[in-house]
């Protein structure tokens, strides 16, 4: 089929889950998908809806009309927002996607959804239209969540003080307080888990991620009996601008631009993990006396119990650095990764974040804080080697001390340059022949089938 000249292999529907850390990779696969010939549509929720200046325009959506509202995350009970979301929006998506397929021209080749929008594989299975999980997250979170039954039976899951530091048995490299754990009961978790393992008849699994990085490819083939594509990292083969649901304040670029090369640590725990007064106040001391320049995201509604930031902050903290801190309420932050002013990152380690950290060869300083986070961060502490964690509560001379090993001292360097490595092999992942590349056309191949 040709459309305005161009060779178009049918329409796609993405539905992504409504939330940043998900949106951006969404799109951005999407936008890859367009270039290689096919028509976009997103599925989203009324919840959380991107503004039209925050996505390309050949991207067209179907508005999911939900009423979904932000207080369990405000609540920081994420479990049960994507809970509801899925029990919201089934029947809803189904309304849309059926007047879709009657209204449009277009074949539907295939619906690509979220793993966390399992309702959407439910409703693809029952319309008779393929589909395929994409999984914003790394395979070795997958790999983990699949073993919760059997850890949860032989009574691992529920924390157990005793155990927090032994190794998991048949998870390499993870300890058990590793596990991605979240602050909600435990069958409220496994259930998602259930819910988003269960790969019901889409034909692949798309995911975030770099052969380079992850391991457990062929055993998740195996287990899961669909192929495993690995394609990332997204961020650096689409052709786009991030989307972002919060305005990003780029005055913190110019004030980069006048920072010495490498100095800057460069802070944000991401787009909805939380954190308490006390925490913010040994943050704040911390970093006043690394003596290093540092740029703080401070989000809005990120400390418990307050909106007004500005007002827990510690007397006297802003003039003590007036010299040498920038503090904004959201950044351009693929854009400050990216700064040559930025020598390290000090991150709750989301899958986006650690993913554009890696890509920029940009060390971390790791302060996990909920779910993925806390494999993320063991794998950049252990096994890429290319930063060090905050383990115990937050405390300023701790912080002071890993903020300079990260960035100053002798002690560091090995991390540092094993970041640089790491860059070249990610790199090389994206390339002509390389594993995501070729994953890429496999993919194009595989929904060209259908
Ligand atoms: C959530 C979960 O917390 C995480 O564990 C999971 O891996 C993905 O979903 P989130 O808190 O959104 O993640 O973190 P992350 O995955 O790192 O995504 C945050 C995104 O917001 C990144 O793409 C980052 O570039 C962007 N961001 C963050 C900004 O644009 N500006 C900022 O100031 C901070």
């Known amino acids: 089929m040709e459309k305005q000249g161009r060779q178009v292999r049918g329409r796609l529907v993405l539905v992504p889950c409504p939330l940043q850390g998900h949106l951006s990779p969404m799109l951005e696969l999407g936008s890859i998908l367009h270039s290689k010939g096919f028509l976009i549509t997103v599925a989203h929720t009324k919840f959380n809806f991107p503004k039209p200046s925050s996505h390309p325009d050949f991207i067209s959506f179907l508005t999911i009309p939900d009423h979904l509202s932000d207080h369990y995350l405000i609540s920081g009970d994420t479990i049960s927002f994507l809970l509801s979301i899925n029990a919201e929006c089934k ?58 039954p059997q850890l949860h039976q032989q009574g691992y899951i529920t924390v157990r003080e005793d155990l927090v530091q032994d190794a998991i048995p048949g998870l390499q490299h993870l300890r ?44 998740l083939q195996q287990q899961f009996d669909v192929p495993f594509l690995t394609i990332g990292p997204l961020l650096k083969i689409a052709q786009m601008p ?61 400390v418990r119990g307050s909106e007004c930031i500005d007002e827990l902050l510690p007397q006297g903290f802003r003039e003590c650095t007036s010299e040498r801190g920038c503090i904004v309420k959201w950044a351009p932050q693929r854009q400050v990764l990216a700064h040559p002013a930025v020598g390290g990152f000090w ?104």
């Open 91 to 148: 029947p809803l998506l189904q309304d849309s996607l059926i007047k879709l397929v009657q209204e449009t021209e277009d074949k539907i080749v295939c619906v690509i959804y979220d793993t966390l929008m399992y309702c959407a594989g439910d409703i693809a299975s029952h319309m008779k239209l393929p589909s395929m999980v994409f999984r914003t997250n790394s395979l070795t979170t997958l790999f983990t969540y699949s073993k919760f």
């Open 176 to 219: 058990f307080r590793d596990l991605p754990m979240f602050d909600c009961p435990i069958e409220a978790l496994m259930e998602l888990a259930r819910n988003s393992l269960n790969v019901r008849t889409s034909s692949a699994v798309i995911s975030n991620t770099m052969e380079c990085l992850d391991e457990p490819v062929s055993e």
């Open 242 to 302: 991030q989307c972002s649901l919060l305005e990003q304040d780029s005055t913190c670029i110019s004030w980069l631009d006048k920072q010495s090369q490498g100095s800057v640590i460069y802070v944000s725990l991401g787009s909805l993990a939380m954190i308490n007064a006390k925490e913010l106040e040994e943050m704040a001391w911390g970093l006043a006396s690394s003596n290093q320049p540092f740029l703080w995201v401070l989000r809005p509604g990120s």
């Open 347 to 450: 991150s709750h380690c989301g899958w986006n974040s650690t993913l554009e950290s890696l890509s920029e060869g940009v060390p971390l300083i790791c302060q996990p804080c909920f779910g993925d986070q806390k494999i993320n961060a063991r794998y950049i502490t252990h096994v890429w080697k290319v930063g060090l964690e905050l383990e115990n509560d937050l405390n300023r001379a701790e912080i002071a001390r890993a903020v300079k090993r990260l960035m100053v001292d002798s002690e560091g360097k090995g991390t540092r340059q094993n970041a640089i490595e790491l860059k070249k092999k990610i790199e090389l992942c994206t390339m002509e022949g390389g594993s995501s590349y070729n994953s890429l056309n496999k993919l194009v191949e595989l929904i060209s089938c259908n």
